[in-house]
């Protein structure tokens, strides 16, 4: 498969709108109800303004960082994106061949259409997490983690924004399911209710939303954490979060990891974007566990401004869906490389030569002061 020509990520949205089935490019695209956080998530990094250093000496630009103790080439990971063989038939393990090719992490999601097991065949396991939606049967949920676990990968991350999923118009409009010949391979055959009624014909709209309300436990509290942590004996990751109080209970609770995400925009409208959540969440926990970040992030000087907020790495989402279902495996490790070149050029021009170089003085206050 040949990757179509492209210079930014933003432009992979339009390639793969014409080249996808309606159905699935709408189920990437959308967000929930009247999709404002979705757009203003974009918005918020755009508004931020750099002041740049100069004469810095920036001959030798380094990009790579050390995140959740692993080495990485650059401070990016790709984050839990359900269903991936809907763009490309080699799904989720193109999607990690080319995570592995860059040296960068993937996380698996709970809703992948690939199993724990054909994913971790095509790539290293340092650099795989596994995010957990826990289902009402928790034995289920305790089943799959012990599989993770087996297999090699290095950390959970547990999606608490989800405690019924947003409403998406477009899944509804187009009654969204999945194609026969696709499975949600991991729950399959364990939990008949979300893989079964992933199938079939809709009269009631999306089949992701029967399914989550069938299946998926809206009643977690923190104590989920302990339970990770304890039958799992891995890193727990908590992705979801936008309050600094809950990041307050997070690291109280002994989480390992924060990611401030408004799950791009699908789960609750209107919510604050996560780039306008993040220095208040970076505030309240003063450096004691890393915080991460997703939502809107699409170009090398959106990485710089969170880095300069004070995450320790984000975490890029649709772009790559999208080329990876106009290019496969090649078109996400392009579009990362673009990104990565885009970092890279943006921290030389910013007069920083490494990743500490990156603080907080580099975002101009009056631009965050507006928003
Ligand atoms: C997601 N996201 C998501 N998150 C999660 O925790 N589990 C999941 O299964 C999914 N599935 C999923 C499917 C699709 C099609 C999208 C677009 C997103 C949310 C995802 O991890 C991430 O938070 C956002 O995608 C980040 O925003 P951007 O980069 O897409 O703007």
Redesign the pocket.
């Known amino acids: 498969m040949g990757v179509p020509e492209f210079v930014n990520l933003e432009e992979l949205e339009g390639l793969a709108e014409g080249s996808m089935e309606r159905t699935a490019f709408d189920?990437?695209?959308s967000g929930a109800d009247d999709e404002i956080s979705?757009r203003e998530?974009?918005e918020a990094w755009k508004r931020l303004r750099l002041v740049p250093r100069m004469l810095r000496g920036v001959s030798d630009v380094d990009t790579s960082a050390r995140v959740l103790g692993h080495d990485l080439a650059f401070p990016v990971l790709i984050?839990?994106?359900?269903?991936q063989r809907l763009a490309h038939r080699d799904g989720e393990r193109a999607m990690a061949k080319a995570a592995a090719r860059h040296g960068i992490p993937m996380?698996l999601?709970?809703?992948?259409t690939s199993s724990l097991e054909e994913v971790a065949t095509v790539c290293p396991s340092p650099l795989l997490l596994f995010?957990i939606?826990v289902t009402r049967h928790r034995d289920i949920t305790q089943k799959l983690i012990e599989e993770a676990v087996a297999l090699g990968y290095k950390a959970l991350?547990v999606?608490v924004?989800?405690p019924y999923l947003g409403n998406r118009e477009a899944d509804v409009r187009n009654r969204l399911s999945l194609p026969d010949d696709l499975h949600l391979k991991n729950l399959q055959g364990r939990l008949g209710v979300v893989s079964n009624l992933m199938h079939g014909d809709s009269q009631q709209g999306s089949m992701l939303t029967q399914a989550f309300s069938e299946d998926i436990d809206p009643g977690l509290t923190w104590e989920i954490v302990t339970w990770l942590k304890d039958v799992s004996k891995l890193p727990v990751l908590v992705?979801?979060l936008l309050s600094p109080e809950d990041a307050a209970i997070a690291v109280d609770r002994g989480v390992d990891g924060i990611?401030v995400?408004?799950?791009?925009?699908?789960q609750l409208d209107t919510a604050i974007t996560s780039c306008d959540a993040l220095p208040a969440i970076v505030a309240r926990v003063r450096g004691r566990i890393p915080v991460l970040v997703?939502?809107?992030?699409?170009r090398g000087t959106d990485v710089v401004k969170a880095l300069a907020l004070g995450a320790s790495a984000v975490?890029?989402?649709?772009?790559l869906?999208y080329a990876l279902a106009v290019g496969g495996e090649q078109g996400v490790w392009t579009a990362i490389q673009k990104l990565k070149e885009e970092f890279k050029l943006g921290m030389g021009l910013c007069g920083t030569s490494s990743i500490q170089d990156i603080t907080p003085s580099l975002i101009a206050p009056s631009s965050s002061r507006e928003r």
Do not use: C, E, F, W
Not at 261 to 266: Q, T
Not at 315 to 319: C, H
């Open positions: 189920y990437y695209r979705m998530s974009r984050p839990p994106m359900a269903m996380v999601s709970t809703m992948a995010q939606y991350v999606t924004d989800v992705k979801g990611i995400s408004n799950h791009g925009g699908r997703d939502g809107g992030i699409r975490l890029v989402g649709r772009p869906l």
